[in-house]
């Protein structure tokens, strides 16, 4: 009888799940070289350099997940990822080590800490920042090519202004969706849609802040490509609040290039890197 009771303490033990412990990790990467950040088995993703970084410092598959899946050629300041492991790391030397290993690709943890077991970065999140970056000069860009939009002309910040505000709040963003998107629904609550101007010692930039929960596939990029064609004169603020209201694919500006587009924050109840 000692005996089968040994088994079964045995067979108990090896049935428990092992004990995790989970860290979330601040990305900063360049777009460029990636067709996103979701995983993909063909292509070269920033999930997946960071789940082969971590499968060289902790053999065993790994799934890491994110505040948002940024698509090809966005670049991330501030990208929020989790991932959980059963060695009990120093926050500090687990960025060390998965920067070592995700050398050469553009992509740096430049944050880690612990954090309880029910956070996750996407579900706990409650804001997205992005930033898109336009350069307006007629000089060709050198260092900050691919990094911002180029326009050879100057916008008008006011009137761009002018009909960003047109767009916060909530509204059925249908315009200004992707027609690949697969959000359930179209309705969003824009936070903010802040226009600004910027001098660089290489140029005159547009620097456009925009805040929401969550957002719709490509919905930023429609936003700027739009407000882009009201600071250029060729359309007018009117002309998007009309575009808004026909919530019509068609409706939408030209649909800005990724390079210009950054997650540049995300918010939390509980922030994972303030002391």
Request: hydrophobic share 40%; glycine share 6%.
């Amino acid at each position: 009888m000692p005996e089968q009771e040994s088994h079964l303490t045995l067979a108990s033990e090896l049935a428990r799940p092992t004990p995790m412990h989970r860290y979330a990790l601040k990305v900063e990467y360049h777009g460029a070289p990636f067709v996103g950040w979701q995983r993909q088995k063909e292509h070269s993703t920033v999930q997946g350099a960071i789940e082969q970084a971590l499968g060289k410092i902790a053999p065993a598959p790994h799934t890491i997940a994110a505040a948002g899946r940024t698509d090809a050629g966005v670049h991330a300041i501030a990208q929020v990822a989790h991932c959980d492991l059963v060695r009990d790391w120093d926050p500090f030397r687990l960025s060390e080590a998965l920067n070592y290993h995700l050398k050469p690709a553009p992509i740096a943890i430049t944050a880690c800490t612990v954090v309880d077991a029910d956070w996750h970065a996407r579900f706990s999140a409650r804001q997205r920042q992005y930033l898109f970056r336009i350069l307006c000069r007629r000089a060709p860009a050198t260092h900050q090519r691919g990094l911002v939009w180029q326009v050879k002309q100057n916008l008008d910040v006011a009137a761009m202004r002018e009909a960003a505000a047109l767009l916060i709040g909530q509204h059925d963003f249908t315009t200004f969706r992707s027609t690949i998107c697969q959000a359930e629904s179209p309705v969003k609550t824009l936070d903010r849609l802040d226009v600004s101007e910027v001098e660089t010692p290489y140029g005159r930039e547009i620097h456009f802040d925009v805040r929401a929960r969550s957002f719709l596939h490509n919905q930023v990029r429609s936003f700027v490509g739009t407000l882009e064609r009201v600071g250029a004169g060729s359309s007018t603020p009117q002309d998007v609040a009309r575009a808004l209201a026909l919530r019509d694919r068609a409706a939408c500006g030209p649909v800005c290039p990724p390079y210009g587009l950054y997650l540049a924050h995300v918010v939390y109840d509980r922030p994972p890197f303030e002391a």
